[in-house]
């Protein structure tokens, strides 16, 4: 059965950190009807609130449950976790709100995106934030309110102070893009509450006369007039329903979503369509291509000393650092954890975790259908360290970050490092151990990249190249992942679809 519902100058498919800051902005301008639709619930598990708790959320109705294909590196899948409801990812985040290194916005003009250099995109970083630190150059005004815990972790403290101790430079502003080494990085809980798209900007709008929003509704796939796209068909209480734009539609489901959906309308990579049954409807073979992520290897430490209860994110403190002198800007982070992650050596129950990761990856791979319908799971397939040079990236990593584990700052703490343990030592012995027992960061971006060339699916207005009515704003247009975590850039992203969509 198919209702019919009214028509809307805008339907945005996706509730997650793009879709919310796009509903509230859109609907400011109360002469626009926008509809949301979102297709996990409105009403998420009370931990989502409650920082230290997020961990579990990936597990709970708030998450895809995804897991990638077996992946060459490891031989094993590897969970892939992203939000699902109000808030989509920002609800069930590990909450660290940082803008990626300046130098990594470079690349994006790469594939002849225009305007999207970090400068161009400044005004919408500020945009988003009231940034307490108040640091220069960061937002004083925006929804969003940002700061670095106020009671550190003991532990997490004592790997700052080794991190200056072995040389690295202790930063003022880990989080506002221009600086390299070790800091509380910023963080998004508000009077010890995380603090969601949802929250920021969703719920202030969400009695706006202008604006419905439908959960529960997962877009099956676009509906065309021609070249026009003019509205989605989704899935609602066992029913199809049909939502018609009169002006845009957007997707902002997210580097997995939005490439799903568009290939289940007909639209990706020729090959990628036919084998999952699905008629093509437009040719782009960059859909569900380019994806990729920041792979993360973990040392695990067991402690003497008693490690305080995590208050916070558990992962306060980080810092971004150069693999070799010449890199052309940071390409590591190293993040301290204040609880042992699950590792593959021997159970921990009081320690810490300093988590390695490369933030310039080269490793690329796809999100693709399995078939047309719409509750299939994906084939995710990273690829993760299949190019040798996030391997040496993250092996500098590690060798820097046992460097801080064993400075005379954490000696008190009586430290034992248990994964992989000091039997590795040789870079042979560590690559496998990284190679094979690291985590997805829960960074994926790109599968719907924006550029002017033929692997390019959106344009620098973010409009689907070759087709009207249609543009993408979420991480997934992002063409090469920033040097820091990745919500603060999806914020200011969907910040300037909300200008672009304005002006047209
Ligand atoms: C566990 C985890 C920890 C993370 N930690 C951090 C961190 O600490 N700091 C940081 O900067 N970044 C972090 N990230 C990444 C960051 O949250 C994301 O980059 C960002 O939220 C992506 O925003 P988005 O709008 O592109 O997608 P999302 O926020 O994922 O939103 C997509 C939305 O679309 C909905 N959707 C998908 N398909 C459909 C469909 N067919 N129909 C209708 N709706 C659909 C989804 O349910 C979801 O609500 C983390 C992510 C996860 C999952």
């Keep these: 059965m198919s209702s019919l519902k009214p028509a809307y100058d805008v339907v945005i498919v996706g509730g997650g950190t793009a879709g919310c800051v796009l509903a509230a902005r859109l609907t400011q301008d109360p002469g626009l009807h926008v509809l949301l639709l979102e297709a996990g619930p409105a009403r998420l598990p009370d931990a989502v609130a409650h920082p230290p708790a997020w961990p579990s959320l990936a597990a709970s109705e708030a998450g895809w449950g995804d897991t990638t294909v077996v992946q060459e590196a490891s031989g094993a899948p590897v969970p892939l976790p992203r939000g699902r409801g109000l808030g989509g990812s920002s609800a069930i985040n590990a909450m660290v709100f940082a803008r990626g290194h300046r130098t990594g916005y470079d690349s994006w003009s790469e594939h002849g995106a225009k305007g999207w250099t970090f400068d161009d995109l400044l005004p919408y970083f500020q945009r988003t934030e009231t940034a307490l630190g108040a640091a220069p150059g960061r937002g004083t005004s925006g929804p969003l309110t940002v700061a670095p815990a106020q009671q550190l972790n003991e532990v997490l403290l004592a790997c700052l102070e080794g991190a200056v101790e072995t040389g690295h430079r202790r930063a003022h502003d880990i989080s506002g893009g221009l600086e390299e ?4 990085v910023d963080l998004n809980i508000v009077d010890g509450r995380r603090q969601s798209a949802a929250d920021a900007y969703l719920t202030p709008a969400l009695d706006r006369p202008n604006l419905q929003v439908i959960t529960g509704a997962l877009a099956h796939r676009l509906l065309f007039d021609g070249h026009r796209c003019v509205g989605v068909e989704y899935g609602a209480d066992g029913r199809t329903h049909t939502a018609r734009a009169t002006g845009e539609v957007v997707l902002t489901a997210g580097s997995i979503g939005s490439a799903l959906i568009l290939q289940r309308s007909g639209i990706g990579a020729e090959n990628d369509l036919r084998r999952a049954g ?3 409807f437009h040719a782009l073979p960059g859909v569900g291509h380019n994806l990729h992520d ?3 290897a973990n040392l695990v430490y067991r402690t003497q000393r008693p490690v305080p209860t995590a208050l916070n994110n558990h992962g306060e403190i980080l810092g971004l650092l150069r693999s070799t002198p010449d890199a052309e800007g940071p390409d590591v ?9 699950p590792n593959p050596v021997a159970p921990v129950h009081n320690g810490f975790t300093i988590g390695i990761s490369p933030m310039r990856p080269a490793s690329r791979g796809t999100v693709r259908i399995t078939s047309a319908d719409p509750y ?3 084939a995710i397939d990273p690829r993760y360290f299949t190019e040798e040079a996030d391997v040496r990236a993250v092996l500098s990593g590690i060798r820097t970050a046992r460097r801080i584990a064993w400075s005379s700052a954490l000696a008190e703490w009586g430290i034992e490092e248990v994964s992989p343990g000091l039997a590795a030592v040789d870079e042979e012995s560590i690559a496998d151990h990284a190679r094979r027992y690291f ?6 971006v790109g599968t719907c990249m924006m550029g002017e060339d033929d692997v390019a699916v959106v344009d620098s207005s973010l409009r689907v190249h070759g087709l009207d009515g249609l543009r993408v704003a979420d991480a997934s247009v992002i063409p090469s992942i920033p040097s820091n975590n990745t919500n603060a850039t999806v914020y200011a992203i969907a910040e300037r679809a909300a200008d672009l969509l304005r002006r047209s």
Excluded: K, L, N, T
């Design 294 to 296: 920041h792979p993360r």
């Design 181 to 184: 080494g070790f800091a509380p």
């Design 439 to 444: 985590s997805s960061y829960c960074h994926p």
């Design 278 to 280: 699905v008629e093509v």
């Design 333 to 341: 982070q190293i993040i301290f954890i204040d609880i042992p992650v």
């Design 376 to 378: 299939a799971p994906p």
